[in-house]
Protein backbone atom coordinates (compact mmCIF):
# COMPACT_ATOMS: atom_id res chain seq x y z
CA UNK A 1 0.00 0.00 0.00
CA UNK A 2 1.30 3.51 -1.12
CA UNK A 3 2.10 6.12 1.10
CA UNK A 4 -0.33 9.63 0.05
CA UNK A 5 1.90 12.27 1.88
CA UNK A 6 4.97 12.85 -0.54
CA UNK A 7 6.06 15.78 1.89
CA UNK A 8 7.23 13.06 4.08
CA UNK A 9 11.14 12.43 4.30
CA UNK A 10 10.52 9.19 6.87
CA UNK A 11 14.47 9.59 7.87
CA UNK A 12 15.39 6.34 9.74
CA UNK A 13 19.49 6.44 8.59
CA UNK A 14 21.99 8.48 9.59
CA UNK A 15 25.55 9.04 7.81
CA UNK A 16 28.33 7.14 9.37
CA UNK A 17 30.77 9.37 8.63
CA UNK A 18 29.47 12.25 10.01
CA UNK A 19 29.64 10.37 13.57
CA UNK A 20 32.48 8.82 15.84
CA UNK A 21 33.19 5.11 16.09
CA UNK A 22 31.24 5.03 18.94
CA UNK A 23 27.95 6.28 18.14
CA UNK A 24 28.10 4.20 14.32
CA UNK A 25 28.90 0.69 16.67
CA UNK A 26 25.60 1.54 18.86
CA UNK A 27 23.48 2.71 16.03
CA UNK A 28 20.17 -0.05 15.31
CA UNK A 29 18.48 0.16 12.45
CA UNK A 30 14.56 0.92 12.21
CA UNK A 31 12.73 0.62 8.90
CA UNK A 32 8.80 1.53 7.86
CA UNK A 33 6.63 -1.00 9.40
CA UNK A 34 3.02 -1.38 9.29
CA UNK A 35 2.34 0.04 12.53
CA UNK A 36 3.75 3.88 11.60
CA UNK A 37 2.57 3.12 8.03
CA UNK A 38 -0.71 2.47 10.10
CA UNK A 39 -0.79 5.74 11.66
CA UNK A 40 0.16 7.52 8.44
CA UNK A 41 -2.43 6.62 6.57
CA UNK A 42 -4.88 7.08 9.50
CA UNK A 43 -3.78 10.50 9.93
CA UNK A 44 -6.59 11.99 7.67
CA UNK A 45 -9.24 10.75 10.17
CA UNK A 46 -7.55 12.41 12.95
CA UNK A 47 -6.67 16.00 11.86
CA UNK A 48 -8.54 18.72 13.12
CA UNK A 49 -11.51 20.34 10.88
CA UNK A 50 -12.20 23.67 10.67
CA UNK A 51 -14.30 23.93 13.72
CA UNK A 52 -11.83 22.36 16.23
CA UNK A 53 -8.69 24.31 14.48
CA UNK A 54 -10.70 27.30 15.31
CA UNK A 55 -11.62 26.13 19.10
CA UNK A 56 -7.27 25.64 19.18
CA UNK A 57 -6.32 28.58 18.05
CA UNK A 58 -8.57 30.57 20.24
CA UNK A 59 -7.42 28.46 23.21
CA UNK A 60 -4.01 28.95 22.68
CA UNK A 61 -4.79 32.62 23.33
CA UNK A 62 -4.79 31.46 27.33
CA UNK A 63 -3.72 27.88 27.53
CA UNK A 64 -0.78 25.66 26.68
CA UNK A 65 0.05 23.61 23.57
CA UNK A 66 -0.34 20.44 26.25
CA UNK A 67 -3.83 21.20 27.96
CA UNK A 68 -5.46 22.51 24.38
CA UNK A 69 -4.90 19.12 22.91
CA UNK A 70 -5.82 16.94 25.83
CA UNK A 71 -8.86 18.83 26.07
CA UNK A 72 -9.80 18.81 22.34
CA UNK A 73 -8.11 15.34 21.80
CA UNK A 74 -6.09 17.09 19.07
CA UNK A 75 -2.59 16.18 17.14
CA UNK A 76 -2.33 12.38 18.31
CA UNK A 77 1.71 11.51 18.31
CA UNK A 78 3.91 8.26 17.13
CA UNK A 79 6.96 8.09 17.34
CA UNK A 80 7.96 3.97 17.32
CA UNK A 81 5.95 1.26 17.14
CA UNK A 82 5.74 -1.61 19.63
CA UNK A 83 8.38 -3.71 17.77
CA UNK A 84 10.17 -1.15 17.16
CA UNK A 85 10.71 -0.73 20.91
CA UNK A 86 11.42 -4.11 21.62
CA UNK A 87 13.97 -3.70 19.02
CA UNK A 88 15.52 -0.72 20.53
CA UNK A 89 15.27 -2.02 24.16
CA UNK A 90 16.00 -5.29 24.05
CA UNK A 91 15.80 -7.23 27.19
CA UNK A 92 15.68 -3.54 29.18
CA UNK A 93 11.71 -4.05 27.92
CA UNK A 94 10.66 -4.91 31.48
CA UNK A 95 9.91 -4.06 34.89
CA UNK A 96 9.16 -0.72 35.88
CA UNK A 97 8.50 2.12 33.66
CA UNK A 98 8.57 5.33 34.58
CA UNK A 99 7.22 7.64 31.64
CA UNK A 100 8.14 11.79 32.40
CA UNK A 101 6.46 13.63 29.84
CA UNK A 102 3.66 11.27 29.23
CA UNK A 103 1.46 13.48 27.06
CA UNK A 104 -1.81 12.22 26.10
CA UNK A 105 -0.40 8.16 26.14
CA UNK A 106 -0.19 8.00 22.62
CA UNK A 107 3.63 6.94 22.55
CA UNK A 108 3.28 5.88 25.28
CA UNK A 109 1.22 3.10 24.77
CA UNK A 110 3.23 1.33 22.37
CA UNK A 111 6.37 1.80 24.63
CA UNK A 112 4.81 0.54 27.82
CA UNK A 113 3.91 -3.09 26.50
CA UNK A 114 6.83 -4.95 28.10
CA UNK A 115 6.65 -3.49 31.57
CA UNK A 116 4.87 -5.04 34.64
CA UNK A 117 4.23 -1.22 35.43
CA UNK A 118 4.10 1.75 34.19
CA UNK A 119 3.74 5.00 35.47
CA UNK A 120 3.24 8.19 33.49
CA UNK A 121 3.83 11.62 34.81
CA UNK A 122 2.80 15.10 33.30
CA UNK A 123 3.00 19.08 34.13
CA UNK A 124 -0.41 19.23 32.48
CA UNK A 125 -3.27 18.34 34.77
CA UNK A 126 -5.90 18.02 31.48
CA UNK A 127 -2.95 15.60 29.99
CA UNK A 128 -3.19 13.65 33.44
CA UNK A 129 -6.93 13.12 32.76
CA UNK A 130 -7.00 11.99 29.85
CA UNK A 131 -4.14 9.72 30.39
CA UNK A 132 -6.31 7.79 33.38
CA UNK A 133 -9.23 7.64 30.91
CA UNK A 134 -6.89 5.84 28.71
CA UNK A 135 -6.27 3.39 31.61
CA UNK A 136 -2.92 4.32 32.55
CA UNK A 137 -1.72 5.56 35.93
CA UNK A 138 -0.75 9.27 35.89
CA UNK A 139 0.51 11.75 38.27
CA UNK A 140 1.20 15.54 38.09
CA UNK A 141 4.16 16.25 38.83
CA UNK A 142 7.08 18.87 37.73
CA UNK A 143 10.35 16.54 38.07
CA UNK A 144 12.43 19.42 37.72
CA UNK A 145 11.48 20.83 40.75
CA UNK A 146 9.25 17.92 42.77
CA UNK A 147 10.82 14.87 43.86
CA UNK A 148 11.00 12.01 41.42
CA UNK A 149 8.13 9.36 42.13
CA UNK A 150 9.78 6.35 44.70
CA UNK A 151 10.94 3.72 42.32
CA UNK A 152 13.20 1.88 41.57
CA UNK A 153 12.80 2.01 38.25
CA UNK A 154 14.10 -0.20 35.50
CA UNK A 155 13.75 2.47 32.28
CA UNK A 156 12.74 6.45 32.81
CA UNK A 157 11.42 7.55 29.64
CA UNK A 158 12.01 11.24 28.23
CA UNK A 159 10.35 11.39 25.21
CA UNK A 160 10.25 15.01 22.76
CA UNK A 161 10.42 16.29 26.61
CA UNK A 162 14.39 18.10 26.56
CA UNK A 163 13.07 20.87 24.16
CA UNK A 164 9.61 21.82 26.11
CA UNK A 165 10.56 22.33 29.28
CA UNK A 166 12.48 25.17 31.25
CA UNK A 167 15.32 23.65 33.32
CA UNK A 168 16.13 20.69 30.81
CA UNK A 169 19.88 20.26 32.94
CA UNK A 170 18.43 20.11 35.91
CA UNK A 171 15.44 17.20 34.58
CA UNK A 172 18.18 14.97 33.57
CA UNK A 173 20.36 15.18 36.99
CA UNK A 174 17.32 14.59 38.63
CA UNK A 175 16.18 11.69 36.64
CA UNK A 176 20.24 10.33 36.01
CA UNK A 177 19.96 10.24 40.36
CA UNK A 178 16.92 8.55 40.09
CA UNK A 179 18.55 5.70 38.13
CA UNK A 180 19.64 2.22 39.48
CA UNK A 181 22.97 0.95 38.67
CA UNK A 182 21.05 -1.79 36.09
CA UNK A 183 18.97 1.04 35.04
CA UNK A 184 18.03 2.78 31.70
CA UNK A 185 17.38 6.32 30.49
CA UNK A 186 15.58 6.54 27.64
CA UNK A 187 14.97 9.98 25.54
CA UNK A 188 13.89 11.14 22.12
CA UNK A 189 14.61 14.42 21.04
CA UNK A 190 14.20 16.02 17.27
CA UNK A 191 17.14 17.61 15.51
CA UNK A 192 17.95 20.24 15.10
CA UNK A 193 17.12 21.14 18.55
CA UNK A 194 14.69 24.16 18.28
CA UNK A 195 13.43 24.34 22.16
CA UNK A 196 10.57 26.39 24.10
CA UNK A 197 7.96 25.98 27.19
CA UNK A 198 4.71 26.94 27.95
CA UNK A 199 3.77 29.30 30.44
CA UNK A 200 0.08 29.50 30.21
CA UNK A 201 -0.71 30.50 26.97
CA UNK A 202 2.78 32.43 26.68
CA UNK A 203 5.65 30.28 25.05
CA UNK A 204 8.86 31.30 26.38
CA UNK A 205 13.32 30.14 25.77
CA UNK A 206 14.29 27.86 28.20
CA UNK A 207 16.23 28.67 31.19
CA UNK A 208 18.70 26.20 30.82
CA UNK A 209 19.00 25.41 26.86
CA UNK A 210 21.58 23.08 26.09
CA UNK A 211 24.51 23.14 24.12
CA UNK A 212 22.93 21.64 21.17
CA UNK A 213 23.56 24.47 18.11
CA UNK A 214 24.18 22.28 14.78
CA UNK A 215 21.82 21.77 12.25
CA UNK A 216 22.79 18.89 10.33
CA UNK A 217 21.48 15.64 12.03
CA UNK A 218 24.57 13.87 13.13
CA UNK A 219 26.51 17.00 14.41
CA UNK A 220 23.41 17.66 16.89
CA UNK A 221 23.46 14.31 17.74
CA UNK A 222 27.33 14.29 18.96
CA UNK A 223 26.44 17.28 20.80
CA UNK A 224 23.50 15.28 22.38
CA UNK A 225 25.93 12.72 23.66
CA UNK A 226 28.18 15.17 24.85
CA UNK A 227 25.61 16.79 26.88
CA UNK A 228 24.16 13.58 28.07
CA UNK A 229 28.03 12.41 29.42
CA UNK A 230 27.79 15.70 30.83
CA UNK A 231 24.72 14.49 33.05
CA UNK A 232 26.88 10.93 33.65
CA UNK A 233 24.88 9.12 30.77
CA UNK A 234 26.53 7.33 28.42
CA UNK A 235 24.72 5.99 24.89
CA UNK A 236 24.28 2.65 25.19
CA UNK A 237 22.06 2.26 21.95
CA UNK A 238 20.32 4.65 19.35
CA UNK A 239 18.10 4.92 16.51
CA UNK A 240 16.69 7.51 14.22
CA UNK A 241 12.77 7.79 13.32
CA UNK A 242 10.22 10.30 12.58
CA UNK A 243 8.22 11.68 15.34
CA UNK A 244 4.84 11.97 13.62
CA UNK A 245 1.46 13.77 14.44
CA UNK A 246 -1.91 13.89 13.01
CA UNK A 247 -2.10 17.28 11.50
CA UNK A 248 -5.00 20.16 10.69
CA UNK A 249 -6.70 22.33 7.74
CA UNK A 250 -2.76 23.07 6.70
CA UNK A 251 -1.14 19.70 6.43
CA UNK A 252 -2.44 16.34 7.04
CA UNK A 253 0.68 14.69 8.99
CA UNK A 254 3.55 16.68 11.00
CA UNK A 255 7.11 15.29 11.12
CA UNK A 256 10.27 16.08 13.12
CA UNK A 257 13.44 14.54 12.76
CA UNK A 258 14.24 12.28 16.24
CA UNK A 259 16.93 10.69 17.90
CA UNK A 260 16.17 8.14 20.30
CA UNK A 261 18.59 6.74 22.53
CA UNK A 262 18.97 4.09 25.22
CA UNK A 263 21.53 5.86 28.01
CA UNK A 264 23.14 3.80 30.69
CA UNK A 265 24.68 5.75 33.98
CA UNK A 266 28.11 6.06 33.89
CA UNK A 267 29.81 4.16 36.69
CA UNK A 268 32.13 6.12 38.90
CA UNK A 269 35.83 5.31 37.89
Known sequence: ????????????????????????????????????????????????????GAAHALLRRFASDFDVNAWLHSYPLFLLSAGQWTTLLGAHQR???????AGAGDVSRA?????????AV?????????????????LKAELSEEPVPTGPWDVIALLNVLDRCARPRTLLGRLRAALPP?????????????????????TLEPLEPLAIGERRFEAALQQLALE?????????????????????????????????????PERAP
Open 1 to 52: MALHHPSLRLRYGADPTRLDAELVARFVPLTLDAETRRFIEDAELARLGRWR
Open 95 to 101: GALLDVG
Open 111 to 119: LGRGFSRHL
Open 122 to 138: ETSGPMVKRLRERGLEA
Open 182 to 202: SGRLLLSLPLPYRPHWYDGGR
Open 228 to 264: LARAGLRVERWTRAPYLSAGDGQQAVYELDAAVLLCE
